[in-house]
Structure formats: C-alpha cells, structure tokens
C-alpha cells in the first residue's frame, strides 16, 4: 500500500505561482508513476501531469509551459505553477501507479484546493 499526502495549496491572485508538494510513505519502491489531477467544480478530473520513474513526463496542454512536474526519488513530488489562471481553480490530487503509466491511478491523496482569483 502507498499513501498520500498533498500540500501547498492556497489562495493566489491571477498570475500568481504556487507549488504543491506530495509526500509518499508505504510501499514506495513498487512506485513506478506519479502526477497531479485536478478537479473543478462540476467537471470531471482530469490530468495536470505526470512523470514516471525513468524520468518522461506528459502534461495537459492547458498547463504546459506554466506547470512543472518533479519528483524527488519516488517519494517526494511537487508540482511547480507559474502564471496561474482562475481556471487553474480545483482540487489537486496527487496520484500513484505500480506501472509505467501516463495516468496513474493506482493510489490516491486527499487533495489540495487552489483558488486563483481574478
């Protein structure tokens, strides 16, 4: 089993950066994906971006260029948001997978909210 725990989240003005951290515990070396999703209000969640153990990442097309996903080992991971919009709004989720995916899904955290205002 593998945990998450998300942070960072916050209030920020249009423009704005914020930078959310996951820390994983449990079963960590059977990681081998992580990424953020994000859920707004009424909508379903979708993928922010990803990254796998051998370092390939993939982004939504809505944020590449603004966000940045890292990792530290497969235990610390942090995504990195410049030139927030208030569509960027939601819930952040950090996600986990034991495969090389795209979208890991295997173990979720709690979320984050973000709000970015106008």
């Known amino acids: 089993q593998v945990q998450l725990v998300e942070s960072g989240g916050g209030l920020v003005q249009a423009g704005g950066s914020l930078r959310l951290t996951c820390l994983a515990s449990g079963s960590i070396f059977s990681i081998n994906a992580m990424g953020w999703y994000r859920q707004a209000p009424g909508k379903q969640r979708e993928l922010v971006a990803a990254i796998t153990r051998d370092g390939s990442t993939n982004y939504a097309g809505s944020v590449r260029g603004r966000f940045a996903i890292s990792r530290n080992g497969m235990n610390i991971l942090k995504l990195q948001m410049t030139s927030l919009k208030p569509e960027d709004t939601a819930v952040y989720y950090c996600?986990?997978?034991?495969?090389?995916?795209?979208?890991?899904?295997?173990?979720w955290g709690q979320g984050t909210q973000v709000t970015v205002s106008s």
């Open positions: 996600a986990a997978d034991t495969r090389l995916e795209t979208h890991p899904a295997d173990y």
